[in-house]
Protein backbone atom coordinates (compact mmCIF):
# COMPACT_ATOMS: atom_id res chain seq x y z
CA UNK A 1 0.00 0.00 0.00
CA UNK A 2 1.36 3.61 -0.94
CA UNK A 3 1.63 6.54 1.52
CA UNK A 4 -0.92 8.13 0.15
CA UNK A 5 -3.18 5.25 0.17
CA UNK A 6 -2.20 4.46 3.73
CA UNK A 7 -2.52 7.80 4.86
CA UNK A 8 -5.84 7.97 3.58
CA UNK A 9 -6.86 4.93 5.35
CA UNK A 10 -5.97 6.37 8.94
CA UNK A 11 -7.67 9.50 8.04
CA UNK A 12 -10.77 7.97 7.31
CA UNK A 13 -12.24 7.80 11.16
CA UNK A 14 -11.33 10.81 12.20
CA UNK A 15 -12.98 12.26 8.54
CA UNK A 16 -16.40 10.83 9.37
CA UNK A 17 -15.94 11.94 12.87
CA UNK A 18 -16.41 15.29 11.85
CA UNK A 19 -19.94 15.15 10.62
CA UNK A 20 -23.22 14.90 11.89
CA UNK A 21 -24.90 11.97 10.81
CA UNK A 22 -28.40 11.98 13.35
CA UNK A 23 -31.11 11.90 10.62
CA UNK A 24 -32.95 13.99 12.91
CA UNK A 25 -30.85 16.59 13.66
CA UNK A 26 -31.61 20.52 12.40
CA UNK A 27 -27.71 19.85 11.53
CA UNK A 28 -28.07 16.83 10.00
CA UNK A 29 -24.90 16.10 7.37
CA UNK A 30 -23.43 19.38 8.93
CA UNK A 31 -18.99 18.79 9.43
CA UNK A 32 -18.11 21.76 12.01
CA UNK A 33 -18.30 20.29 15.49
CA UNK A 34 -17.58 23.90 17.24
CA UNK A 35 -20.83 25.16 15.54
CA UNK A 36 -23.40 21.61 15.03
CA UNK A 37 -21.63 19.78 18.29
CA UNK A 38 -19.88 22.09 21.06
CA UNK A 39 -22.38 24.73 19.79
CA UNK A 40 -19.37 27.60 20.60
CA UNK A 41 -19.65 29.28 17.28
CA UNK A 42 -22.33 30.86 15.67
CA UNK A 43 -21.40 30.06 11.91
CA UNK A 44 -20.88 26.92 10.06
CA UNK A 45 -17.69 26.34 8.46
CA UNK A 46 -18.33 25.30 5.25
CA UNK A 47 -14.85 23.73 4.42
CA UNK A 48 -15.47 20.51 5.88
CA UNK A 49 -18.37 19.68 3.68
CA UNK A 50 -15.68 19.74 1.14
CA UNK A 51 -14.55 15.96 2.79
CA UNK A 52 -16.96 14.07 0.32
CA UNK A 53 -14.11 14.06 -2.09
CA UNK A 54 -11.77 11.86 -0.05
CA UNK A 55 -15.33 9.52 0.77
CA UNK A 56 -15.68 9.49 -2.82
CA UNK A 57 -12.05 8.29 -2.76
CA UNK A 58 -11.81 5.58 -0.65
CA UNK A 59 -15.20 4.09 -2.06
CA UNK A 60 -13.66 3.91 -4.94
CA UNK A 61 -10.65 2.59 -3.61
CA UNK A 62 -12.59 -0.14 -2.07
CA UNK A 63 -11.42 0.89 1.60
CA UNK A 64 -14.98 1.31 2.37
CA UNK A 65 -16.58 -1.67 4.11
CA UNK A 66 -20.18 -0.28 4.26
CA UNK A 67 -20.51 1.44 1.25
CA UNK A 68 -24.31 2.29 1.73
CA UNK A 69 -23.29 4.19 4.98
CA UNK A 70 -20.96 6.43 3.39
CA UNK A 71 -23.18 7.16 0.45
CA UNK A 72 -25.94 7.99 2.66
CA UNK A 73 -23.27 9.89 4.83
CA UNK A 74 -21.98 11.76 1.47
CA UNK A 75 -25.56 12.44 0.52
CA UNK A 76 -26.28 14.26 4.00
CA UNK A 77 -22.68 16.36 3.77
CA UNK A 78 -24.18 17.49 0.46
CA UNK A 79 -27.39 18.38 0.96
CA UNK A 80 -26.24 20.33 4.34
CA UNK A 81 -24.67 22.42 1.85
CA UNK A 82 -28.37 23.94 0.63
CA UNK A 83 -28.86 25.22 4.41
CA UNK A 84 -24.98 26.47 5.26
CA UNK A 85 -24.55 28.72 1.70
CA UNK A 86 -26.15 32.31 1.44
CA UNK A 87 -28.60 33.53 -0.51
CA UNK A 88 -26.25 34.69 -2.87
CA UNK A 89 -24.32 31.55 -3.34
CA UNK A 90 -21.23 31.66 -0.76
CA UNK A 91 -20.14 29.84 2.25
CA UNK A 92 -17.70 31.31 5.12
CA UNK A 93 -14.74 30.20 7.17
CA UNK A 94 -13.82 33.04 9.23
CA UNK A 95 -16.97 35.47 10.30
CA UNK A 96 -21.00 35.35 9.41
CA UNK A 97 -21.44 37.16 6.35
CA UNK A 98 -17.82 36.50 5.06
CA UNK A 99 -18.83 35.82 1.37
CA UNK A 100 -15.56 33.62 1.26
CA UNK A 101 -14.24 33.05 -2.56
CA UNK A 102 -12.44 30.38 -1.49
CA UNK A 103 -14.26 28.25 0.22
CA UNK A 104 -17.25 28.74 -1.86
CA UNK A 105 -14.55 27.35 -4.46
CA UNK A 106 -12.91 24.54 -2.82
CA UNK A 107 -16.80 23.45 -1.53
CA UNK A 108 -17.86 23.28 -5.46
CA UNK A 109 -14.84 22.03 -6.96
CA UNK A 110 -14.90 18.87 -3.88
CA UNK A 111 -18.47 17.99 -4.33
CA UNK A 112 -18.45 18.59 -8.03
CA UNK A 113 -15.28 15.74 -8.10
CA UNK A 114 -17.38 13.68 -5.05
CA UNK A 115 -19.65 13.63 -8.18
CA UNK A 116 -17.37 12.66 -10.83
CA UNK A 117 -16.12 9.89 -8.88
CA UNK A 118 -19.57 8.40 -7.31
CA UNK A 119 -21.30 8.11 -11.06
CA UNK A 120 -21.51 4.33 -11.09
CA UNK A 121 -23.11 4.20 -7.54
CA UNK A 122 -25.49 7.65 -7.87
CA UNK A 123 -28.64 7.89 -9.72
CA UNK A 124 -29.53 9.89 -12.44
CA UNK A 125 -31.91 11.74 -10.41
CA UNK A 126 -29.11 11.89 -7.24
CA UNK A 127 -26.48 13.45 -9.72
CA UNK A 128 -28.88 16.68 -10.68
CA UNK A 129 -30.08 17.16 -6.98
CA UNK A 130 -26.10 17.24 -5.82
CA UNK A 131 -25.85 19.50 -9.36
CA UNK A 132 -28.75 21.87 -7.98
CA UNK A 133 -27.15 22.18 -4.93
CA UNK A 134 -23.50 22.94 -6.23
CA UNK A 135 -25.02 25.57 -8.93
CA UNK A 136 -25.67 28.75 -6.61
CA UNK A 137 -21.92 28.16 -5.79
CA UNK A 138 -20.91 28.12 -8.85
CA UNK A 139 -23.29 31.32 -10.05
CA UNK A 140 -20.97 33.14 -6.80
CA UNK A 141 -17.84 32.31 -8.65
CA UNK A 142 -19.18 33.20 -11.67
CA UNK A 143 -20.20 36.74 -10.26
CA UNK A 144 -17.78 37.91 -8.21
CA UNK A 145 -13.69 38.18 -7.68
CA UNK A 146 -11.29 37.35 -4.56
CA UNK A 147 -10.19 41.23 -4.69
CA UNK A 148 -8.31 41.51 -1.08
CA UNK A 149 -4.76 39.77 -2.99
CA UNK A 150 -3.99 37.63 -5.49
CA UNK A 151 -3.48 34.26 -3.65
CA UNK A 152 -3.20 31.71 -7.05
CA UNK A 153 -4.29 28.81 -5.19
CA UNK A 154 -7.76 30.18 -4.46
CA UNK A 155 -7.89 31.44 -8.24
CA UNK A 156 -6.64 27.56 -8.93
CA UNK A 157 -9.32 26.15 -6.93
CA UNK A 158 -12.19 28.11 -8.25
CA UNK A 159 -10.74 27.79 -11.97
CA UNK A 160 -11.15 24.00 -11.47
CA UNK A 161 -14.50 24.07 -10.35
CA UNK A 162 -16.14 26.02 -13.19
CA UNK A 163 -13.79 23.32 -15.63
CA UNK A 164 -15.39 21.04 -14.19
CA UNK A 165 -19.15 22.39 -13.76
CA UNK A 166 -18.38 22.39 -17.51
CA UNK A 167 -17.37 18.96 -17.66
CA UNK A 168 -20.26 17.75 -16.04
CA UNK A 169 -23.25 19.32 -17.16
CA UNK A 170 -21.85 20.48 -20.88
CA UNK A 171 -22.75 23.79 -19.71
CA UNK A 172 -19.90 26.25 -21.62
CA UNK A 173 -18.54 28.63 -18.69
CA UNK A 174 -15.73 31.70 -19.73
CA UNK A 175 -15.26 32.05 -15.99
CA UNK A 176 -12.67 29.48 -16.02
CA UNK A 177 -10.67 30.64 -18.81
CA UNK A 178 -11.14 33.95 -17.18
CA UNK A 179 -9.38 33.17 -13.98
CA UNK A 180 -6.48 31.07 -15.15
CA UNK A 181 -5.72 34.38 -17.26
CA UNK A 182 -5.09 35.69 -14.31
CA UNK A 183 -2.95 33.27 -12.53
CA UNK A 184 -0.86 33.51 -16.03
CA UNK A 185 -0.84 36.81 -15.51
CA UNK A 186 0.97 37.39 -11.74
CA UNK A 187 2.91 33.64 -12.88
CA UNK A 188 6.58 35.12 -12.45
CA UNK A 189 8.85 34.32 -15.39
CA UNK A 190 10.93 32.33 -12.73
CA UNK A 191 8.10 30.10 -12.53
CA UNK A 192 6.12 31.07 -9.13
CA UNK A 193 2.59 31.54 -8.57
CA UNK A 194 1.98 34.60 -6.81
CA UNK A 195 0.77 33.98 -3.43
CA UNK A 196 0.16 37.80 -1.48
CA UNK A 197 3.68 39.79 -2.39
CA UNK A 198 5.55 36.34 -3.55
CA UNK A 199 6.41 32.60 -4.31
CA UNK A 200 5.91 29.82 -1.57
CA UNK A 201 6.25 26.90 -2.71
CA UNK A 202 4.63 25.05 -0.29
CA UNK A 203 1.17 26.51 -1.70
CA UNK A 204 2.60 26.24 -5.07
CA UNK A 205 1.94 22.59 -4.51
CA UNK A 206 -1.57 23.25 -3.31
CA UNK A 207 -1.97 25.58 -6.62
CA UNK A 208 -0.45 22.88 -8.90
CA UNK A 209 -3.14 20.17 -7.61
CA UNK A 210 -6.10 22.40 -8.44
CA UNK A 211 -4.10 22.90 -12.51
CA UNK A 212 -3.02 19.97 -12.59
CA UNK A 213 -7.15 18.95 -12.12
CA UNK A 214 -8.03 21.60 -14.89
CA UNK A 215 -5.39 19.96 -16.87
CA UNK A 216 -6.83 16.31 -16.92
CA UNK A 217 -10.01 17.48 -18.41
CA UNK A 218 -8.48 20.36 -20.85
CA UNK A 219 -4.85 18.82 -21.97
CA UNK A 220 -4.51 22.55 -22.75
CA UNK A 221 -0.88 23.69 -24.22
CA UNK A 222 -0.91 26.87 -22.68
CA UNK A 223 -1.19 25.58 -19.03
CA UNK A 224 1.09 22.64 -19.62
CA UNK A 225 3.85 25.03 -20.26
CA UNK A 226 2.75 27.32 -17.43
CA UNK A 227 3.28 23.77 -15.25
CA UNK A 228 6.52 22.92 -16.69
CA UNK A 229 7.84 26.55 -15.72
CA UNK A 230 6.75 26.29 -12.27
CA UNK A 231 8.14 22.61 -12.02
CA UNK A 232 11.40 23.62 -12.70
CA UNK A 233 11.27 26.53 -10.31
CA UNK A 234 9.89 23.89 -7.48
CA UNK A 235 12.64 21.35 -7.53
CA UNK A 236 15.10 24.08 -6.25
CA UNK A 237 13.19 23.94 -3.11
CA UNK A 238 13.52 20.27 -2.12
CA UNK A 239 15.59 20.30 0.76
CA UNK A 240 18.25 17.11 1.63
CA UNK A 241 15.67 15.86 4.44
CA UNK A 242 13.32 15.44 1.59
CA UNK A 243 10.86 18.32 2.87
CA UNK A 244 9.67 21.65 1.17
CA UNK A 245 9.26 25.89 2.26
CA UNK A 246 9.99 27.99 5.63
CA UNK A 247 10.23 31.06 6.60
CA UNK A 248 12.01 32.01 2.70
CA UNK A 249 8.42 31.79 1.43
CA UNK A 250 6.12 34.57 1.09
CA UNK A 251 3.49 32.64 3.45
CA UNK A 252 6.09 30.63 5.33
CA UNK A 253 4.31 27.14 4.45
CA UNK A 254 6.08 23.66 5.06
CA UNK A 255 3.26 21.97 4.04
CA UNK A 256 3.29 19.41 0.87
CA UNK A 257 0.06 18.85 -0.81
CA UNK A 258 0.97 16.02 -3.15
CA UNK A 259 -2.10 15.61 -5.92
CA UNK A 260 -0.72 17.65 -8.73
CA UNK A 261 2.82 16.88 -8.57
CA UNK A 262 2.37 13.29 -8.50
CA UNK A 263 -0.68 13.51 -10.96
CA UNK A 264 1.81 15.32 -13.38
CA UNK A 265 4.45 13.23 -12.71
CA UNK A 266 3.91 11.07 -15.96
CA UNK A 267 3.78 14.38 -18.26
CA UNK A 268 6.95 16.38 -16.86
CA UNK A 269 10.16 14.81 -15.64
CA UNK A 270 10.32 17.84 -13.25
CA UNK A 271 7.22 16.96 -11.14
CA UNK A 272 8.32 13.12 -11.30
CA UNK A 273 11.98 14.19 -9.29
CA UNK A 274 9.66 16.33 -7.33
CA UNK A 275 7.77 13.54 -6.56
CA UNK A 276 10.21 10.65 -5.54
CA UNK A 277 12.23 13.34 -3.70
CA UNK A 278 9.55 14.54 -1.26
CA UNK A 279 8.23 10.68 -1.07
CA UNK A 280 11.49 10.04 0.75
CA UNK A 281 10.77 12.86 3.12
CA UNK A 282 7.76 10.55 3.93
CA UNK A 283 9.24 7.41 4.17
CA UNK A 284 11.36 8.93 7.20
CA UNK A 285 8.22 10.70 8.34
CA UNK A 286 9.78 14.01 7.97
CA UNK A 287 6.19 16.08 6.49
CA UNK A 288 3.12 17.30 7.84
CA UNK A 289 0.45 14.82 7.46
CA UNK A 290 -3.71 15.33 7.02
CA UNK A 291 -3.82 13.72 10.69
CA UNK A 292 -1.00 16.54 12.18
CA UNK A 293 -3.13 19.45 11.28
CA UNK A 294 -5.65 21.33 12.71
CA UNK A 295 -9.35 21.20 10.95
CA UNK A 296 -9.06 24.29 8.86
CA UNK A 297 -6.61 22.90 6.87
CA UNK A 298 -7.36 18.84 6.98
CA UNK A 299 -9.86 18.56 4.04
CA UNK A 300 -7.98 19.84 1.74
CA UNK A 301 -4.45 18.35 2.60
CA UNK A 302 -6.70 15.31 2.83
CA UNK A 303 -8.21 15.59 -0.53
CA UNK A 304 -4.94 16.36 -1.89
CA UNK A 305 -3.36 12.49 -0.23
CA UNK A 306 -6.49 10.95 -1.70
CA UNK A 307 -6.32 12.12 -5.14
CA UNK A 308 -2.37 11.22 -4.41
CA UNK A 309 -3.57 7.84 -3.59
CA UNK A 310 -5.31 7.17 -7.02
CA UNK A 311 -2.63 8.89 -9.14
CA UNK A 312 0.30 7.39 -7.66
CA UNK A 313 -0.37 3.98 -8.58
CA UNK A 314 -0.98 5.22 -12.09
CA UNK A 315 2.25 7.31 -12.34
CA UNK A 316 4.54 5.06 -9.91
CA UNK A 317 6.85 4.23 -12.30
CA UNK A 318 7.46 7.54 -13.95
CA UNK A 319 8.33 8.40 -10.00
CA UNK A 320 10.31 5.42 -8.87
CA UNK A 321 12.23 5.37 -11.94
CA UNK A 322 13.13 9.18 -12.96
CA UNK A 323 16.96 9.02 -13.72
CA UNK A 324 17.45 13.19 -12.95
CA UNK A 325 19.15 13.84 -9.86
CA UNK A 326 18.06 16.68 -7.17
CA UNK A 327 19.63 20.04 -7.48
CA UNK A 328 20.64 19.98 -3.50
CA UNK A 329 23.11 17.58 -4.91
CA UNK A 330 24.93 20.13 -6.95
CA UNK A 331 27.51 23.30 -6.33
CA UNK A 332 26.08 26.35 -7.84
CA UNK A 333 24.42 29.58 -6.80
CA UNK A 334 21.42 30.61 -7.80
CA UNK A 335 19.15 33.93 -7.56
CA UNK A 336 15.29 33.87 -8.24
CA UNK A 337 15.85 38.12 -8.44
CA UNK A 338 11.29 38.32 -8.70
CA UNK A 339 10.75 37.22 -5.09
CA UNK A 340 14.55 37.57 -4.02
CA UNK A 341 15.42 34.20 -2.86
CA UNK A 342 19.22 33.46 -3.30
CA UNK A 343 20.54 29.66 -3.28
CA UNK A 344 23.58 28.63 -2.40
CA UNK A 345 25.07 25.31 -2.65
CA UNK A 346 28.51 23.46 -1.75
CA UNK A 347 29.68 20.04 -0.78
CA UNK A 348 28.67 20.85 2.79
CA UNK A 349 25.55 22.55 2.96
CA UNK A 350 22.44 23.24 0.98
CA UNK A 351 21.10 27.21 1.97
CA UNK A 352 18.40 29.45 0.90
CA UNK A 353 18.04 33.01 1.86
CA UNK A 354 15.16 35.24 0.78
CA UNK A 355 16.85 38.80 0.80
CA UNK A 356 13.58 40.60 0.29
CA UNK A 357 12.53 38.97 3.70
CA UNK A 358 15.17 41.10 5.83
CA UNK A 359 17.67 38.04 4.81
CA UNK A 360 15.79 34.92 6.59
CA UNK A 361 18.29 31.73 5.99
CA UNK A 362 17.47 27.69 5.84
CA UNK A 363 20.54 25.63 5.82
CA UNK A 364 20.70 21.96 5.70
CA UNK A 365 24.18 19.78 6.04
CA UNK A 366 24.69 17.65 3.33
CA UNK A 367 26.72 15.12 4.95
CA UNK A 368 23.77 14.80 7.33
CA UNK A 369 21.07 15.67 5.29
CA UNK A 370 19.68 17.15 8.42
CA UNK A 371 18.58 21.07 9.14
CA UNK A 372 21.70 22.64 11.06
CA UNK A 373 20.01 26.49 10.71
CA UNK A 374 16.51 28.28 10.37
CA UNK A 375 16.36 31.95 10.97
CA UNK A 376 14.47 34.61 10.54
CA UNK A 377 16.09 37.35 10.99
CA UNK A 378 16.94 40.34 13.43
CA UNK A 379 14.04 40.67 16.26
CA UNK A 380 14.19 43.23 19.09
CA UNK A 381 11.84 44.56 21.78
CA UNK A 382 11.17 48.57 22.48
CA UNK A 383 10.76 49.86 26.06
CA UNK A 384 7.31 50.09 24.73
CA UNK A 385 6.93 46.16 24.45
CA UNK A 386 6.40 46.72 20.69
CA UNK A 387 8.51 44.10 19.13
CA UNK A 388 10.22 44.74 15.72
CA UNK A 389 12.01 42.50 13.04
CA UNK A 390 13.42 42.58 9.85
CA UNK A 391 11.26 39.86 8.44
CA UNK A 392 9.23 41.65 6.05
CA UNK A 393 8.85 41.83 2.32
CA UNK A 394 10.68 44.44 0.28
CA UNK A 395 10.96 44.52 -3.01
CA UNK A 396 12.89 47.10 -3.45
CA UNK A 397 15.94 44.57 -1.80
CA UNK A 398 18.76 43.48 -4.06
CA UNK A 399 21.53 41.14 -3.62
CA UNK A 400 24.18 42.05 -6.55
CA UNK A 401 26.83 41.78 -3.85
CA UNK A 402 25.55 39.53 -0.78
CA UNK A 403 24.58 42.28 1.24
CA UNK A 404 21.39 43.84 1.88
CA UNK A 405 20.24 47.28 3.98
CA UNK A 406 17.43 45.96 5.76
CA UNK A 407 14.24 48.21 7.95
CA UNK A 408 13.33 47.03 10.80
CA UNK A 409 9.15 46.81 11.08
CA UNK A 410 6.58 46.17 14.36
CA UNK A 411 5.40 42.88 14.68
CA UNK A 412 1.53 42.90 14.60
CA UNK A 413 0.77 40.20 16.40
CA UNK A 414 -2.94 40.14 17.24
CA UNK A 415 -5.90 38.07 18.29
CA UNK A 416 -9.15 37.95 18.27
CA UNK A 417 -10.93 40.30 21.18
CA UNK A 418 -14.05 40.22 22.32
CA UNK A 419 -14.78 43.89 21.50
CA UNK A 420 -13.34 42.67 18.16
CA UNK A 421 -15.45 40.05 17.76
CA UNK A 422 -18.64 41.98 18.24
CA UNK A 423 -17.37 44.31 16.06
CA UNK A 424 -17.08 41.56 13.32
CA UNK A 425 -20.37 40.36 13.92
CA UNK A 426 -22.58 43.36 13.80
CA UNK A 427 -20.75 44.58 10.84
CA UNK A 428 -21.89 40.84 9.67
CA UNK A 429 -25.54 41.81 10.23
CA UNK A 430 -25.36 45.47 8.42
CA UNK A 431 -21.92 46.23 5.98
CA UNK A 432 -21.15 42.94 4.79
CA UNK A 433 -24.29 43.16 2.86
CA UNK A 434 -22.37 45.07 0.47
CA UNK A 435 -19.89 43.07 -1.04
CA UNK A 436 -18.02 45.95 -2.18
CA UNK A 437 -17.53 46.76 1.78
CA UNK A 438 -16.85 43.24 2.44
CA UNK A 439 -14.12 43.25 0.15
CA UNK A 440 -12.54 46.46 1.80
CA UNK A 441 -12.98 44.65 5.40
CA UNK A 442 -10.82 41.69 3.92
CA UNK A 443 -8.16 44.42 2.42
CA UNK A 444 -7.81 46.01 5.62
CA UNK A 445 -7.33 42.32 7.81
CA UNK A 446 -4.90 41.96 5.08
CA UNK A 447 -2.80 44.56 5.24
CA UNK A 448 -3.25 45.09 9.04
CA UNK A 449 -1.78 41.69 9.89
CA UNK A 450 0.29 40.26 6.84
CA UNK A 451 1.46 42.88 4.31
CA UNK A 452 0.85 46.32 5.82
CA UNK A 453 4.33 47.95 7.10
CA UNK A 454 5.01 50.28 9.74
CA UNK A 455 9.25 50.77 9.47
CA UNK A 456 10.56 52.31 12.49
CA UNK A 457 13.81 53.89 12.79
CA UNK A 458 17.37 52.16 13.04
CA UNK A 459 18.60 49.82 10.17
CA UNK A 460 21.18 46.81 9.58
CA UNK A 461 23.68 46.10 6.76
CA UNK A 462 23.67 42.05 6.31
CA UNK A 463 26.13 40.79 4.45
CA UNK A 464 26.84 37.20 3.25
CA UNK A 465 30.07 35.23 3.16
CA UNK A 466 29.53 31.91 1.65
CA UNK A 467 33.02 30.18 1.93
CA UNK A 468 33.00 25.87 1.22
CA UNK A 469 32.40 25.01 4.66
CA UNK A 470 30.18 27.50 6.32
CA UNK A 471 28.19 31.08 5.71
CA UNK A 472 29.59 34.19 7.49
CA UNK A 473 26.75 36.97 7.88
CA UNK A 474 27.98 40.09 8.83
CA UNK A 475 25.72 42.05 10.34
CA UNK A 476 26.29 46.41 11.45
CA UNK A 477 23.56 47.37 13.36
CA UNK A 478 22.14 50.86 14.04
CA UNK A 479 19.08 50.07 16.74
CA UNK A 480 15.64 52.17 16.89
CA UNK A 481 15.31 54.20 19.23
CA UNK A 482 14.03 53.08 23.20
CA UNK A 483 15.32 49.30 22.11
CA UNK A 484 15.77 46.92 24.92
CA UNK A 485 17.36 44.10 23.47
CA UNK A 486 17.93 42.69 19.64
CA UNK A 487 19.69 39.72 18.59
CA UNK A 488 18.75 36.10 16.68
CA UNK A 489 16.10 34.03 18.21
CA UNK A 490 15.92 31.29 15.26
CA UNK A 491 12.94 30.51 13.28
CA UNK A 492 9.95 33.25 14.16
CA UNK A 493 6.99 34.25 11.94
CA UNK A 494 6.93 38.12 11.24
CA UNK A 495 3.06 37.69 9.99
CA UNK A 496 0.09 36.37 10.36
CA UNK A 497 -0.06 32.77 8.52
CA UNK A 498 -2.64 30.33 9.81
CA UNK A 499 -1.14 27.49 7.87
CA UNK A 500 2.07 27.78 8.95
CA UNK A 501 4.11 26.90 12.16
CA UNK A 502 2.88 23.15 12.22
CA UNK A 503 5.04 20.90 14.36
CA UNK A 504 8.35 18.95 12.47
CA UNK A 505 9.54 15.92 14.04
CA UNK A 506 12.88 16.78 12.72
CA UNK A 507 13.51 19.75 14.68
CA UNK A 508 13.72 17.50 17.60
CA UNK A 509 17.17 16.32 16.27
CA UNK A 510 18.10 19.31 15.16
CA UNK A 511 21.15 20.69 17.42
CA UNK A 512 21.05 23.84 19.63
CA UNK A 513 24.05 25.65 18.36
CA UNK A 514 24.82 25.37 14.37
CA UNK A 515 28.08 24.18 12.97
CA UNK A 516 27.59 25.75 9.80
CA UNK A 517 26.85 29.37 9.57
CA UNK A 518 27.86 31.97 11.97
CA UNK A 519 26.79 35.83 12.71
CA UNK A 520 28.98 38.46 13.04
CA UNK A 521 27.46 41.60 15.03
CA UNK A 522 28.57 44.91 15.10
CA UNK A 523 26.07 46.82 17.40
CA UNK A 524 26.16 50.70 17.65
CA UNK A 525 25.76 49.92 21.34
Same mark, same amino acid.
Given at each position: ?? =? &?????????????? #????????????????? &? @?? @????? !????????????????? /? #?????????????????????????????????? &? *??????????? $???? $???? =?????????????????????????????????????????????????????????????????????? +??????? @?????????????? #???????? =?????????????????????????? *?????????????????? *?????????????????????????????????????????? *???????????????????????????????????????????????????????? /? /?????? $??? +?????????????????????????????????????? =???? !???????????????????????????????? #???? !????????????????????????????????????? /?????????????????????? &???????????????????????
Amino acid at each position: MS =I &YKNVLKQSLSRLLA #LYNLDPSALTYGHGDRL &Y @WG @WKISD !FPNGTMQGGVHALSIAL /K #LGMIKNEQFVLKAIDAMINAISRIRAKNGSMVEA &Y *PGENSFCVTAL $VAFD $VLSA =IQNLKDYLSQSQIQNYLEIIKPLIGFIENNNEEHAIISNHLAVAAAACFLWTKLTEEKLNRGQEILDVIY +KYQSKEG @WYREYEGADPGYQT #LCTYYLFC =IYEITKDERLLRSLERSASFLKYFIH *PDGTIGGLYGSRNTEVYY *PAGIIGMANVIDNFALISSLLQKGKEVKHHILPQSVDIGNFI *PLLNSYAVAAIKYEQNRENIEGIQVTAPYLDKFSKNFKDTGIYLQSTLRYHAIINY /K /KGGTIK $VFD +KRTSKIDTEDGGLFGRLESGKRFSTQQFDKSIQFDNLS =INSN !FFTVNERYMSTFSCIIIRIFGMTLFRSMALGN #LFKK !FIVKLLMTGKNKIDGRVTRRFKFLKNKIVVHESIIRP /KKCTVIGHVGKFRAIHMASSGY &YLPQVESTQGKSNLVEFRVNDDT
